[in-house]
């Protein structure tokens, strides 16, 4: 499985960016991607996560109400929509594959994602 993280860029603060993750050598029948995003000095640290056979998301409380994760299987991508950006966005932005053997998704620990993409920089301006 290879996933290609794409869509970064620099944005002022209260601008809108969207992220595509998109899979190869995948059998996108039920699977889980995460995004992750990780700041200079900081953990990484879980955004949002899809499980497709049920829909289910997950968004960490910092982007609630701002970020929406949804997925196109007929072109194998997961996408980021991230809105209402703030400076504290700042970070480079991944994608990877997790775990199935659970209900739903979780973005409590990376630890538990594989396949990762290399990331794709994303620069909120004040």
């Known amino acids: 499985v290879q996933l290609v993280e794409s869509g970064g860029g620099l944005v002022q603060a209260g601008g809108s960016l969207r992220l595509s993750c998109a899979a190869s050598?995948?059998?996108?029948?039920?699977?889980?991607i995460g995004w992750f995003r990780q700041a200079p000095g900081k953990e990484r640290e879980g955004v949002s996560c899809i499980r497709s056979s049920d829909g289910d998301t997950y968004y960490a409380d910092s982007v609630k109400g701002r970020f929406t994760i949804s997925s196109d299987n007929a072109k194998n991508t997961v996408y980021l929509q991230m809105n209402s950006l703030k400076p504290e966005d700042t970070a480079v932005y991944y994608c990877a594959e997790g775990p199935t053997v659970i209900d739903g998704c979780v973005i409590s620990s990376s630890s538990y994602y594989f396949s990762w993409g290399r990331g794709t920089q994303v620069t909120v301006s004040s």
């Open positions: 050598g995948f059998t996108f029948d039920d699977y889980v």
